[in-house]
C-alpha cells in the first residue's frame, strides 16, 4: 500500500497516529538541524519533517532530494511548533521515519508555482507538468463539478442522454468539415459532427421526448484565441414544447449551475429582443452587468453646422457614469480606440459634465451649452458624467460603440469577473444576407422555424426568388429563436425547429439549395417527418466556455486539459503529423501539396 | 402548451380531470358507436375514446387517421369500463372533447411493434423509426442508467472526469487508426484514439491522481457483428495504487452497477490465474455461469493402441452433467461442431456412463469398462454423464474443447442471461509471439508492467534479442494485467503500468522500436517519465458490451443509438460518401482509388 492518507486530509486529532504518505516535493527547507519538506499531491500539502539529531542518515538523504520527486514516506503526525492556519494541514507534520524515492525529477523546465516562470508555449508542451499546477487543476475540477451539475438538473428532468456518432457525413453548409477516409469504402470520407443537431432532431422523431448529451463537436475553422477544433457542447432536445417550456426548463439550468457550482442564487432571467440589443447596446450579446445604454441624438444634433454630425446616418451616444474626470489624455487615447481599424469609427465627440452642471465638448463650436444639455438630458446624465457620442453609417456605428461601451466598463471597472448578468435575447432574425455570397444564408441554421405570425413572408421571399427580385434588402422574418447570454458571452443558443416536411423544403430552396442537393444532404431528415415527426425545439450550450466563465477566466483553454495551439496543433504530442506511406494507400488517398 | 400530462402518467385518482395529451397513434379500433386510440409517449400508452352519439363530428376524423399520426387531444379523464391491468394506464380511458392532428404520417416500412416485421438493413436505414419500439427505446435507456450508476459511483470515490482530445497523433502499434488530414498543416493527419491511454498517464504524472472518463474510441478494423468502428469506454486511471487496490476498486463498480441497476447483490468476485484458465477451461475468458472444467487425460488413455491418442500431445475431456441421454444423431452433431473449421478438432471421443454404472464409449475398441472406469472417476462423472474428449495439439485442442464446452453449456441450459458470473482473470503474458510478423508484441500494450518478480527476465530476453537468439520458444514473463469477464464475455481489462523510463526503453526496444522510433513516437510520455512520474495503474471496460450484457442481448448494436453496419456504413445518412473536389484541395489530399 502506497499511503494510508492524502496529503491534504491530517489535522491535528490524527497527532500520535502512524501514516504513510506519497506525493511529490513541492519544496525543501533545510535548516541545519531540521530540514523540512513541503509533500504535495492532489489533495493538498502536507510538511515532512526530518531531525538531523534522530534520524541522520534519513536527513541526510532528504537534503539531497530535489524539485518534483516522488516519495513515500512513513511517520508520525506531531503537532507542529510553528502552525500555519492558511494550510489546513498547518497544524501538524510528519515525523519521518522511513523514505523511499518512488522516481526521481530531472530539473522542470518551468517553476510549479502559481506565479510560474513558464511561457505559454513551454507549459502547452510540458502540459503534464503544468497541470500539476493548483490552479490549473483547479480550473479541471470545477469542469468536473459543472459536467457533474448538468447532468444531475437534466437527469432530474427526465432528460436521457444519448451518445450521437462522431463519424458521420459531411454537409457544406455551415462551418468546414474535419473528414475522415473510410478505407472499407475507398474514395468516401466521413465527417466529425459540428453539432449533433440533425441525429438530436431524429431522437424527437424516434419518441425520446427529451434528450442531452455533453458530446465533442469538431470545426475546421481558422482558430482564434478562444476556438479550439475540438470543443464540447452541452447539447440538448425536447419534444411536444414551445419556446417558453424551452427558455423555463434551461434558465432552470443555468440557475442549478449557478446555485450548486458557484453558490449564487440567480434572479430570474430578463428577456431582450434582439432589436432592442441592437438598438440599445449595438450587440446581440450585451453585457448587462452595467447600463451605459445606446441613446441616439439624431433629433437633437442636425443642422448646427457640424459636417461630421450632419451627414451621419446615426449618431449616437453613451453616458459613462462619473467619467467626467477623464483627462485630454485619457480622451485622446478613446479616440485612438475607437479608431482602430477593428473598431472602425473615425472619430469621437465627447461633453463633460462638470460638477457646477456646466458641459464642455470637444464640439463647442458647433453646439452651445444649451444644445449640449439636450444632450445630457436625454442621456440622463448627470454632474460628473461622460458623453461619448459616434456618428456615421447605422450598422458600423452601432458595431463601434458596442466596442466602446465595453471599453469604458472596463476601464470603470463595472466587469467584475465575479458578478454575473444573465439575459435571454430573442427574436432573431431567421436569415442574414451575406453579401460576398449574393444571397440569405441561416442566421442559426436551416432547421430553425420562423416565427408563426412571420410564415407568410417566406412564401413572399421564393416568389421574389423565383422572379428573381429576391434583394438584401428584404427584411427577414424573425425565428423563434434564442440565445442565453452571460456577461456579454454567448453561452448557449437554441430554436424551435421545423416539423414539417413542405417548410423544411421551402427553407432549403430559400438557402439556395435544389430539390435534388436538398435530397442528397438531408434527405434522411426531411423523409423522417413523414412519418409523424413531434412539433420540437433545442438548445446547446458551450461547455468550455461556460467552464470558463464560471472560472473568471477569459480564454477556454486554461478549462481544457490538452489544448491545441493557434495552428491547431498539439505541442506536447507534436499532432498533427505525417503518416506512413502504407497508411495513404491503404486509405486510398495521397498527399498533394 | 402541448401536454398537461404524458401518456405513461395517469390513474383513476385522476378520474375527472381535464387534460391535454400528446403524442403518437399505436393502434386503434373502430367499434361502431365507439372509436378507440392507443396513443403512445415515451413515458407509456392512454386509450383516447370517441363516442359517435356524442361527437359524432370528432369520431368520424379519429376514424381517418392512421397509425404514427401525432395527435394532440383535450379531453376528461374517465374511469374504463373494461379495465386492463397488464398497462399501468389501464384503469382510464380520456373522453376527448378535442382533436389536433399535430403532424401525419405515412405508413411506416414496418410495424412499430416488438414483434415488428421489418429486417435488419430496413430497421438499421429508417432508425427513427427503429427508436419507437419500446425494447429499443428501453435498452437506450439502461445505457443511460448504467453510465449515470457509474459516474455516481466513481465521483463517491474521489475520481474527476477529464475530457482528453479526440484529434490525437497516429502510431503504428497496436489496430489501425482513423486518420484526419489537417487542413492548416498540409500533408499531417491527426488520428482519432484507438483510447486514451497516454493522455490518462500523462494526467497520472499530471498529479490527478484518479481519473475516468466514458469516451468514444475509434478502431479502423474489418468489423464482426459485435464490433463497431466507435465505441465507448469507461476509462480509469489511478496513481500511488497497487494491483489490488485497482481490483478492490472496480470490483466496487461491478458491484455498484449490479446492484443499482440490476437489483442483483453480487457475491465478491472470485480469481483465476491465465494460467489456469487456459488449463481448465481453454479460454482467457471462461464462462464460468456453469463448471464443467477440462480434465486432462494424457496418464489414462496412453499405449492402448489407439493411435489418436497415443499421437496427440493432449488428450483433456469434459464432463457434461447429466447429458448420457444424448443420442447417436445428437453425438453426431457434436462431431461435426467441433470439426468445423472455426473450432478444428479432427474428431470427438465420447463415453455416456449409464444408470446402472456401465460406461459405453465411441473407442470401446480399444478401452475397456475398467480403463473407461478410470476417465470418469478422473472427471468426477456420475450416471447419467456424458464424457466428450478432444485429442491433437494441445493449443489448437484446448480452444477447440472451449468451443465444444460452451457449446455444451448452451444446449443443457446452462447460460442463462439472467445469472451473472463475474471473475478476475490474472497473471496475463507480458508478450505473445505473432508467427507471421516474427516478433514479439505487447499482449495487453506496451506500457504495461511486468510482474517485479519476473523483471530479471526482461534483460535476460534483450541479452538474446541482441544476440539473435530470441525465439519463439522463450516463455513471456508475466505482467501484472487483469481481466473483468463476465458470463465469458471480457468486459474490462487493464495492468499496472511502467512508470519508469528505462524500463519503458527496454519495452520498446524488445518490441523491436529502435530507440528513434521509441522517441518519434512516444518521447512525449518517455520524457513526461523524467519528471516525476508516480507508481499508477488502470482498467478501461468497454460500456457498449457491458451494457449489452445487463440488458441480456448479444450484440452491442441494440445498445448504441444510431449503429453502422458490418461495412461501417450508416444505413440511414448514406455515410461515409464522397466530398467535393473543393475539399479535398483545401486538404492538400487527392483520393487515388
Known amino acids: 500500500m502506497y499511503r494510508t492518507n492524502t496529503c491534504g486530509e491530517l489535522r491535528l486529532l490524527h497527532a500520535g497516529n502512524e501514516v504513510t504518505l506519497s506525493g511529490w ?9 531540521m530540514t523540512f519538506i513541503d509533500l504535495r499531491d492532489r489533495y493538498g500539502i502536507t510538511q515532512l519533517a526530518f531531525n538531523m539529531d534522530q534520524e541522520p542518515a534519513l536527513c ?9 520527486f516522488v516519495l513515500q514516506v512513513k511517520g508520525i503526525v506531531k503537532e507542529r511548533e510553528n502552525k500555519n492556519l492558511q494550510l489546513p494541514t498547518g497544524e501538524i507534520e510528519i515525523e519521518v521515519k522511513e523514505l523511499k524515492v518512488l522516481n526521481a525529477s530531472a530539473t522542470p523546465p518551468f517553476t510549479i508555482e502559481e506565479n510560474t516562470d513558464g511561457g505559454d508555449e513551454l507549459r502547452m508542451k510540458y502540459r503534464y507538468l503544468d497541470l500539476r499546477r493548483a490552479s490549473v487543476r483547479a480550473n479541471l475540477q470545477l469542469r468536473h463539478q459543472v459536467a457533474k451539475q448538468t447532468r444531475n ?16 457525413k459531411s454537409t457544406p453548409e455551415g462551418a468546414r468539415d474535419f473528414v475522415v477516409p473510410s478505407r472499407m469504402n475507398p474514395g468516401q470520407f466521413y465527417a466529425l459532427p459540428q453539432s449533433p443537431q440533425t441525429f438530436k432532431q431524429l431522437l424527437m422523431v424516434g419518441g425520446f421526448d427529451k434528450y442531452y448529451q455533453l458530446v465533442k463537436c469538431f470545426r475546421d475553422e481558422d482558430l482564434r484565441a478562444d476556438r479550439q477544433p475540438e470543443f464540447t457542447q452541452i447539447d440538448c ?28 442564487q440567480l434572479a430570474s432571467v430578463p428577456r431582450m429582443t434582439y432589436a432592442d440589443a441592437m438598438k440599445f447596446y449595438g450587440s446581440d450579446k450585451p453585457d448587462t452587468r452595467f447600463e451605459m445604454r445606446f441613446v441616439e441624438l439624431n433629433h437633437l444634433v442636425k443642422d448646427k453646422g457640424f459636417k461630421v454630425f450632419d451627414d451621419a446616418e446615426l449618431v449616437v451616444g453613451i453616458c459613462a457614469k462619473n467619467a467626467a474626470h477623464y ?18 469609427a473615425s472619430g469621437l465627440v465627447y461633453a463633460r459634465v462638470n460638477e457646477d452642471g456646466s458641459i464642455k465638448s470637444s464640439v463647442d463650436k458647433f453646439y452651445d451649452e444649451a444644445a449640449l444639455k439636450t444632450w445630457a438630458e436625454a442621456m440622463q446624465a448627470e454632474a460628473g458624467d461622460l458623453l461619448l457620442v459616434l456618428a456615421g453609417e447605422q450598422h458600423k456605428t452601432r458595431k463601434a460603440l458596442n466596442e466602446l461601451r465595453l471599453e469604458m466598463g472596463t476601464q470603470l471597472g463595472l466587469r467584475d469577473k465575479n458578478t454575473f448578468s444573465c439575459l435571454w435575447v430573442m427574436d432573431f432574425p431567421l436569415l442574414e444576407y451575406l453579401e460576398e455570397e449574393g444571397r440569405f444564408f441561416a442566421m442559426h441554421h436551416p432547421f430553425t422555424s420562423p416565427k408563426p405570425n412571420d410564415l407568410a413572408q417566406i412564401d413572399e421571399m421564393l416568389a421574389l426568388q423565383a422572379a428573381g427580385k429576391l434583394s438584401a434588402a428584404y427584411e427577414s422574418p424573425r425565428a423563434n429563436a434564442y440565445d442565453m447570454v452571460i456577461n456579454g458571452v454567448e ?9 414539417n416536411k413542405e417548410l423544411q423544403q421551402k427553407m432549403f430552396a430559400l438557402l439556395g439549395f435544389s430539390p435534388e442537393e436538398a435530397q442528397a ?24 466556455r461556460l467552464c470558463s466563465l464560471f472560472g473568471g477566466a477569459d480564454s477556454i483553454r486554461d478549462f481544457i486539459a490538452f489544448p491545441k495551439n493557434n495552428s491547431g496543433r498539439d505541442l506536447m504530442i507534436d499532432a498533427p503529423s505525417e503518416i506512413a506511406e502504407k497508411q495513404l494507400t491503404e486509405l486510398s488517398i495521397a498527399v498533394k501539396k
Chains 1, 2 share one sequence.
Not at 448557449?492 to 421545423?498: A, D, F, L, N, T
Open 60 to 68: 541526510e538523504q532528504a537534503r539531497k532530494l530535489g524539485r518534483e
Open 521 to 544: 444532404q438531408f434527405g434522411f431528415l426531411m423523409n423522417a417527418f413523414e412519418y409523424g415527426a413531434p412539433p420540437h425545439a433545442g438548445i446547446a450550450f458551450g461547455f468550455d
Open 491 to 499: 453561452v448557449g443558443g437554441g430554436s424551435v425547429r421545423i416539423f
Open 237 to 264: 432536445e425536447m419534444s411536444f414544447v414551445e419556446q417558453e417550456d424551452v427558455l423555463h426548463m434551461f434558465e432552470g439550468l443555468v440557475r442549478h449551475l449557478f446555485e450548486t457550482v458557484k453558490g449564487i
Open 153 to 168: 438538473y437534466l437527469d432530474g428532468q427526465d432528460f436521457i442522454e444519448v451518445e450521437t456518432p462522431v463519424l458521420i
Open 327 to 344: 483627462t485630454r489624455k485619457q480622451l485622446d487615447e478613446l479616440t485612438e480606440f475607437v479608431k482602430r481599424p477593428q473598431v472602425g
Open 25 to 33: 516535493i513541492q519544496r525543501s527547507r533545510d535548516l541545519g538541524g
